[in-house]
């Protein structure tokens, strides 16, 4: 990958886990013969991981993305009824540290480079946790760069961490695009001045009417490039 040198080029800065990454499939992988109980954790979890993520940057806590995982995962193995097995709790964080990417995420990444363009993943993830989950997904050759909001020590929709994003690249973000399927981020960016793009996948009704985005796609292959 890349450095974060000013660039004319156009330049699309995706979210990771959610857009990129499908944040379902450690669940699914390691319960592969139970689908119900797949489905249910990876619900929970993601759920009470953004929760706790959120919750340490509202209470100054320093900001580690796999921290508020493991503590989610603990928490989504006992609402779940799966709690009790190391083993099944140790199998699930490793497939979660090697997340399968999108089928849409490489296509749309280098269909962004054959048109000129720069794409740069930018994640609540520390960095460890990022650059790992990046080379697992097979999108580290194709990515000009990975940015964790480790440097700026809080988590998106912060506005801080926007803002911390576009000065390490020195982009103008209104001649940028943020892509992320969570409505949320994608509202954070757009407020931030981005041309915020969410990727509705799930074709869920768009929850922040008062920050309308740029596009809604229900796929990376939507995108505009």
């Known amino acids: 990958?890349?450095?974060?040198?000013?660039?004319?080029?156009?330049?699309?800065?995706?979210?990771?886990?959610?857009?990129?990454?499908?944040?379902?499939?450690?669940?699914?992988?390691?319960?592969?013969?139970?689908?119900?109980?797949?489905?249910?954790?990876?619900?929970?979890?993601?759920?009470?991981?953004?929760?706790?993520?959120?919750?340490?940057?509202?209470?100054?806590?320093?900001?580690?993305?796999w921290d508020a995982t493991t503590r989610a995962l603990d928490t989504a193995l006992i609402l779940a009824g799966l709690d009790g097995d190391a083993n099944l709790r140790d199998a699930l964080l490793a497939a979660y540290a090697e997340l399968d990417a999108y089928e849409d995420a490489l296509p749309a990444i280098q269909r962004i480079s054959a048109q000129g363009g720069r794409s740069v993943v930018y994640s609540n993830a520390d960095g460890e946790?990022?650059?790992?989950?990046?080379?697992?997904?097979?999108?580290?050759?194709?990515?000009?760069?990975?940015?964790?909001?480790?440097?700026?020590?809080?988590?998106?929709?912060?506005?801080?961490?926007?803002?911390?994003?576009?000065?390490?690249?020195?982009?103008?973000?209104?001649?940028?695009f943020f892509v992320s399927s969570?409505?949320?981020?994608?509202?954070?960016?757009?407020?931030?001045?981005?041309?915020?793009?969410w990727i509705n996948r799930q074709r869920h009704p768009y929850p922040f009417p008062a920050v309308p985005v740029f596009r809604e796609a229900v796929s990376l292959a939507e995108l505009p490039v």
Do not use: C
Request: no cysteine.
């Open 1 to 65: 990958m890349g450095g974060t040198n000013v660039s004319q080029q156009p330049v699309y800065v995706f979210d990771a886990y959610g857009t990129l990454f499908d944040v379902a499939a450690a669940a699914r992988r390691v319960l592969a013969g139970h689908p119900g109980d797949a489905r249910l954790l990876a619900e929970i979890w993601r759920g009470r991981q953004l929760e706790y993520a959120w919750t340490d940057t509202a209470l100054g806590q320093p900001t580690n993305f």
């Open 182 to 197: 969570n409505p949320w981020d994608a509202a954070g960016a757009t407020k931030a001045g981005f041309n915020g793009i």
């Open 129 to 176: 946790m990022l650059r790992k989950s990046v080379a697992a997904a097979g999108l580290d050759a194709a990515l000009d760069d990975a940015i964790s909001v480790d440097g700026v020590g809080v988590y998106k929709p912060h506005p801080d961490a926007y803002a911390y994003m576009r000065a390490l690249l020195g982009i103008d973000a209104k001649a940028a």
